[in-house]
T-cell receptor, first 111, second 118 residues
């Protein structure tokens, strides 16, 4: 099993640009989570899905952030327009009936 | 609301010392799950342990051990005979009650940076 796959691993963009982060969960896992990690705020849950349905998006910072899960094997987190304060590491995690598996993260830098 | 407090922010020890990382949690759920994750300098989050609220038995895995005490709402982690490779940030986390704890959201503590010097 390849584990949770995230792409890109690193992204550098300019303020105002659209950014799309991608996640492929582990096959058979029915829950998917997006987290953001910053020095100031630590690890924060942004949104999570059960069976492709968003369950809790209360952690999404503002309307510039959106997340989709069109099928059980793919999810995206989009930031439009991006701002420097969005710079962080974004983790995707998936789970089934066992423990939570995290992807390697996407390091986003917004200049 | 759920909350996880890791009061220690940074700990530095010399190799072979024992070290305990503290975790205190708050929840109104009667069923909940507690986790520890390790984040080495490479940045990935490595799962270490999950414990449910009905199982207060201490757990030992090699040099690692965990002490869960509901009476004090604590889930402390001890590394025995620490090694340089143990240097990392360690996170304690809490999830809402569910069948396994796997499908509900995790609330993380701020993390403890452990440095093990040779």
């Amino acid at each position: 099993d390849a584990g949770v796959i995230q792409s890109p691993r690193h992204e550098v963009t300019e303020m105002g640009q659209e950014v799309t982060l991608r996640c492929k969960p582990i096959s058979g896992h029915n829950s998917l989570f997006w987290y953001r990690q910053t020095m100031m705020r630590g690890l924060e849950l942004l949104i999570y899905f059960n069976n492709n349905v968003p369950i809790d998006d209360s952690g999404m910072p503002e309307d510039r952030f959106s997340a989709k899960m069109p099928n059980a094997s793919f999810s995206t987190l989009k930031i439009q327009p991006s701002e420097p304060r969005d710079s962080a590491v974004y983790f995707c995690a998936s789970s089934g009936d066992s423990d939570r598996d995290f992807g390697p993260g996407t390091r986003l830098t917004v200049l | 609301a759920q909350k996880v407090t890791q009061a220690q922010t940074e700990i530095s020890v010399v190799e072979k010392e024992d070290v305990t990382l503290d975790c205190v949690y708050e929840t109104r759920d009667t069923t909940y799950y507690l986790f520890w994750y390790k984040q080495p300098p490479s940045g990935e989050l490595v799962f270490l342990i999950r414990r449910n609220s009905f199982d207060e038995q201490n757990e030992i895995s090699g040099r690692y051990s965990w002490n869960f005490q509901k009476s004090t709402s604590s889930f402390n982690f001890t590394i025995t005979a620490s090694q340089v490779v143990d240097s990392a940030v360690y996170f304690c986390a809490l999830s809402e009650g569910s069948k396994t704890g796997a499908n509900s959201k995790l609330t993380f503590g701020k993390g403890i940076t452990l440095s093990v010097r040779p």
